[in-house]
């Protein structure tokens, strides 16, 4: 069964760093497009960063362009979320969600509805 599951969360001091997982045990991610999104409580989910399977190219929400690097291990079991000079406004739970590029070959956009399959999430605190 395709399931995601994210990892490395946890409470940093603002403008520190950390690196979140994602992976699909027995599953290859490189033939799904990748994204990683975040809700913070009382806020709608929202993309932070989007990787395509087709051509690699990638998209980052405004609020983190220039601080966030998406990224796949070479083996492409993996898709990293790199995170550097935290911000307390980054505190959210953070989602890997995968979409096929057998089902969406092109990903035109990095929004909760193009990705139909979901981790359970990781908690990401910033302190200031």
């Known amino acids: 069964q395709f399931q995601l599951v994210e990892s490395g969360g946890g409470l940093v001091q603002a403008g520190g760093s950390l690196r979140l997982s994602c992976a699909a045990s027995?599953?290859?991610?490189?033939?799904?497009?990748i994204g990683w999104f975040r809700q913070a409580p009382g806020k709608e989910r929202e993309g932070v960063a989007c990787i395509s399977s087709r051509d690699g190219s990638t998209y980052y929400a405004d609020s983190v362009k220039g601080r966030f690097t998406i990224s796949r291990d070479n083996a492409g079991n993996t898709v990293y979320l790199q995170m550097d000079s935290l911000k307390p406004e980054d505190t959210a739970v953070y989602y890997c969600?995968?979409?096929?590029?057998?089902?969406?070959?092109?990903?035109?956009?990095?929004?909760?509805?193009?990705?139909?399959?979901w981790g359970q999430g990781t908690q990401v605190t910033v302190s200031s």
């Open positions: 027995g599953y290859t991610l490189n033939f799904y497009h």
């Open positions: 969600a995968a979409e096929g590029s057998w089902v969406t070959p092109v990903l035109a956009t990095c929004g909760p509805a193009d990705f139909g399959a």
